[in-house]
Every structure is written in structure tokens, then in C-alpha cells.
């Protein structure tokens, strides 16, 4: 048995409960500091563990990361002594590690699982009775710019079950089943306290979860403060959402390096983190090019809420509006096809078929009849029968794949996806509170694509929408970055080569320095150059040529978390040449790997353990609306076998394995009212009926369902047809694009590409008597849109 595996088997998860015989769980409290300064957080996260019982133990808390942070640091507090850990070979760190225990030391190990970079765990051994420890990880990561303008900082707190496919890594922690009580029932606590710097100023901070009301720490609102409301469930991830004053003015930061190490080395030289905000043109999407396929997650899981909240719209639900979207928006001449997945996978046609109102027709038939019902997560076959797939000529892949992302071996699946770069690219969409960052960011990194996540209360269909619009743009080309430095200095790239810049994107660029800093203070210049639709842009940025110290290394380790994600593919598929490099880089920047591991030892403490330490199987918290097990691995006979057990919540402590039919008792009470009552979706959801309804042309017909969603009659809508100036689907279409206007302004973002290709069917089909034709139905619907939507 592996050293992974055992851990695994005797984990212990970090919620404080107590366990299934009652002995009190070590880790009594988790308390987390964030200090946000522009585009860039530092995290401090301490776990306080005390070991209240008669013997010593050994704790394995296994915990979510998302994977652009950069673990720099790792120690303990034992009974007021500080054991700093150091960074090693995970093999060798493993084997120290054990020994340590073995001779009565006390250990602390942190390492990143086999098998995701998003998930952790932390070996706590040989905890004294009676004895306190504290251990603190620190970290760096880069944060997103979502599309209204605000920074995104994530504390991923919910760690989901990770569905194990047929050839998956069995030397990961994520493969374990522990016992799971409902949410409600978990007495742990989490704080969190978040300061937040920006020259800029900070207009607001929002967040999914309460906060105290925000402290601005100078008359200027350049700094503030937020905390966490006490009380905390780890029912979904802490998530703030920042607004600066001004978040796309390019800007360079300049850090100082370790000028005493050997030339040569990550380290040493000053880095730069070279943010800038390309002002690309909006230009209409192409007419016909593109192949579209969507590969939609049909596991169980789908069939639980978007949020926690219980008036929720169901995954499943949002995911069918989603496609129903999709397909209407797509443009003519262009090729599309779906997939759904789960335990296996299921393709609407053979191969991606033209786009006409027949296949439109008969994609749309499957996708309201499609249920959550293809078990569990695995995504690589049907990734692989897509790749295999001929080319169309003249129409470039483009990808779309929706999970929730509960798979074990992302690294298999970014390798997929990698080994096919060039003929495609992906774009990936995150569903609900855990799903993994590895994966989705992953892929979309990968193949040149970009990735969202869809939590709370945002929208599916405006992420897919606004993704959609994206990948039809014209493609920007020739992307150049020059440097403009004293005599003497010159700029080494460390970002890879930045060869796709979508619209409404920021870019961040790592470089270092080399050569003689000037002695007197002078600037330096980076321009960014790309060509659009034939035109050349160029984007500058001035910036001092004096780097200034920061003792944790941010931006040097920030650096070299974008360099270890194009090398370090986990330890089963990592080319030899790059394991050396990603090794390298590591140990030289003091960052986490697949291949490395933080351990830090207390030698003063020499206590032989009397026979094997005692472990906790502490039993994993998990949202009861997420359907969990059904991605489990099927056992013989499937899961109508388990629906015939008789579970509820005077059971407190049941395995995963006995979970459905609690889920189904819930289901059945709960969520089935929730989605009849506010989520009829294809039924009374008029702005989804009117979308439904639209040809694949972008025209309308006149009948009775679109007099449904206007709210008259079709004898009324036949009576005000002037028919001597359009005919009647040029009269529908008309009445259709203002009623948007008028009753879904607050969804325009889901609407626009289709409402853009009525407009030009209708620029074609009514020509001049256009103006008359609109100036008619305003009237006839006593409606208040502008005519000038229309662009006569």
C-alpha cells in the first residue's frame, strides 16, 4: 500500500465534528487573511488543530486551492515553538515524512494530490494529548477580471466527490469514501479578514456570503477592509467581488529580485507583471464560418440547484435554456453538433451537420427532452471521439464544454486537449459551488480558449451567450510585445508567447529584467502590438525603472506559477524534459509542484508511539442537494438498488454510498416545488418560448405562439398586418425584436446575436418599407421602444 493510499484510507477531513465513535476532531478552527493590493491577493490561512484525547494522533485534512495559487510557504506553531517547513522531492519529502513518525518526531507534510491542482491535503503527525498546533500556508494568485469590471477573489471552501473513471490515478486522496452529514449539522468555524489596496480607488466590495460592512481605511478609499460575518457553513465558496475606480489602464509593476543568487536563476533578477486592457474594436460576427460543438455534463449532479439558495433554478434546467440559446444565436452557413456525457456519452448527429432550420429543428427536439441521466463524469471519451473527427475546411473548431467539473484525473484531460491545440479551441464553463479550477482552467489555458465560473446567482446563458459572441469576433493576429529599456537592461520573456487576445480581455505578461539597473531614476516603456481586420493597434505603458522590494516575492513567484503550468502536467504525464524543469523551477522559486512537497519536522519532541497513531475518519460535509453519488461508480446492478433503503436525517452519520435515497426524499419535498413554482422554464417562460420559437433564419412566424408571448390575439396581430408593405413572417419578426426590446432589456446579453440576425433578415426581406412596418407595430403593442434600434 502506497504512502497516498494510506493517508487516503485514514483521512481525516478538517470540519469539526466529532467522528462516528465520538472522539472530538483535532481541527478546531480555520482563520484565513487576504490582502488584495491591485490585480494580486496573498493569502494566510491557519488551521488550529488541539488534540483532546488520551493518545497521539495523526490528522490528514484534505482541502480545495484554486489552481492559479502559488504555495509559497508552509509552517507550525506547536506549543509556542515555530517549525518552518522545507521544501523537497514529494518522494523523498513522503519518506522523511514517515521516518520522522517512526522515531517519535513530530511532522507536517503539504502536497499537492496526483491527480488535480486544485486539490491539497495536509498531514498533521503525531499530535501529543493535550498538545496545540497551528499551521499556516500561505499563498499568491493572480485575480480575474470579470466582465463588469470587478476583481473576482475565490476562497474555495467545498470540496465536491470527484467521479473516478476507468483508468483514473488510484494514488490521489480524492477516490475516498467517508461518511457525510448534511451542511446544517456542521459546527467548524471560518474567519476571514480581507484588506484591499488599490491607487486606483475602491468603489464597493460585494459578496455571496455576509460580510461586515466595508471599512475604508483613508479618506481617499485607496484601502479598505472586510470581514467575514461569523457563523459561516461551508456550503458554498467565499467569493468578494472588488470594484475599483478604474480597472483597465495598463500598468507595470516592477519587483526586486535576490541580487546574491547565482546569475542565471528565476530569483535573482527583478520581474514584471505587465498588465494591459486591449481596446479591440466590437465588429459584427461572422457570417458563416465556424464548426460548434457543445459538450454538455449530463451527470447526476445536474439535477441539483445552481446555488445553495432553494429557490434555484436546477442545473439540468439552465443547462437546456442554455443550449436552446445557443443554437437559436448560431449563424447561418456555419456547422454545429451536442454531446452529453456522464458514464458514457451520446453525440445528436454522427458527425457536425450544416446549420438549417431542419437540424436546428431536430437539435432543439433533443434538448427538451434532455434529463441529468448519464451517471457519472467522464469526460475524456467524448473529448477524444470529437478530435477524432475530420476537419470541415474553412470552419475552425470551436469547442464549448459545460461540467460542473467533479472529475478526478484532470490531468489526462488537459493532455487531451492539449495534444489538440492546434486544431481547435476550447471554451470551458464551470457549473456550481466546487467545481474543479484545475479543469476548467485548464483546458480553456490549454487550447487558447477562456474559462467561466457559474455560481450564485449568475447566469448560465450570459456566460455562454457573451462567451459565444466572443468566439465569433474576427481573430486579432500578429501579436508583438517590445520592450523600450536604458542601455544595458534588457527584458526576458517569462509568460508563454500570447498568440489569441479576445475582446473585453485583460492580458497579463511576466518578464525579467537582466543587466545593469540604472543608477539614476529613469522609465522604461511597453508597447503591445496586434492587427485587426487588416489595421494595426498598439497599446503603451510607461513605467519607472525602479523595482521595489517585497519580501514574500510576489510577482517573482507569480511568474513562476504561469511557467509551471505549461510544464508540470501532473506526475503520470509529465514529459521527462519538462519534470526537470518544473523540479527546477520549484525548489528555485520555492513554490509547490506535483513533484514537491513542504515538510517541516520537530525534532525536540522524541516520543516513540506506542503501536500505529491513531487516525480519524472524519466524515465529509456535503451540500445534500448536490446528487453526489450519482457520479460515483456504478456497481453492479446500478442505482435502483439503492433507492430501496430507507435513510433520513435521523440518520446522522450514512456513507456516501446510502446518500441517494436521502437525496431523493429531499428531492421529492423540496426542490420539485421550487423548480414547478419558479422555474417553468420551456412551459410559461415567455422570453424562452419567444426564443424557441425563432427560425433558424433569425425570422418569426405568425401564429398562435407567438401571439401567446405578445399577450393579443392572432386575430388581432393578422387584423394590423400591413400586409401592402411586409409579409407575414417579415410583421412577426418585427413584433418579436420589440418585444425584447421592451420586456427582456435585463437579458439583452442573451438575446443579441439572435436578435442581430433577425435584424439583418429583416434588413433583406423588408428593405425600405421598413421604417413604416416598425412605426406600425410599436403602435400596434403601445410600446415605448425606440425605433432607432432598428438602424434604418
Known sequence: MSFLQKSCITMVHFYGLLT???????????????????????VSATLNYENEEKVPLEAVFLFPMDEDSAVYSFEALVDGKKIVAELQDKMKARTNYEKAISRGHQAFLLEEDSSSRDVFSCNVGNLQPGSKAAVTLKYVQELPLETDGALRFVLPAVLNPRYQFSGSSKDSCLNVKTPIIPVEDLPYTLSMVATIDSKHGIEKVQSNCPLSPTEYLGEDKTSA???LAAGHKFDRDVELLIYYSEVHTPSVVLEMGMPK??????????SAMVSFYPNIPEDQPSNTCGEFVFLMDRSGSMQSPMSSQDTSQLRIQAAKETLTLLLKSLPMGCYFNIYGFGSSYEAYFPKSVKYTQQTMEEA????KLMQADLGGTEILAPLQNIYRGPSIPGHPLQLFVFTDGEVTDTFSVIKEVRINRQKHRCFSFGIGEGASTSLIKGIARASGGTSEFITGKDRMQSKALRTLKRSLQPVVEDVSLSWHLPSGLSAKMLSPEQTVIFRGQRLIIYAQLTGRMPAAETTGKVCLKYTFQGKTFEDKVTFPVQPKPDVNFTIHRLAAKSLLQTKDMGLRDTPASDKKDALNLSFESGIISSFTAFIAINKELNKPVQGPLAHRDIPRPMLLRASAPLKMRRQSGGLGKLKACSYGYDKPWMSLEKLPCLLEKTHSSTHRTNLETYHAGFGENHLVQLIYHQNANGSWDLNEDLAKVLGVSLEEITAAHPAELVDSSGWATILAVIWLHGNGKDLKCEWELLERKAMAWMRVHAGSTMPLVVKAAITFLKSSVDPAIFAF
Not at 481541527?27 to 487573511?33: C, G
Not at 543568487?261 to 527583478?270: E, F
Open 20 to 42: 462516528l465513535q465520538r472522539e472530538p476532531v483535532p481541527l478546531k478552527s480555520i482563520s484565513v487573511s487576504v490582502s488584495i493590493y491591485e490585480f494580486v491577493a496573498d
Open 225 to 227: 477592509q472586510v470581514s
Open 261 to 270: 543568487m547565482k546569475p542565471g536563476r528565476l530569483m535573482r533578477d527583478p
Open 364 to 367: 432543439l427536439g433533443r434538448v
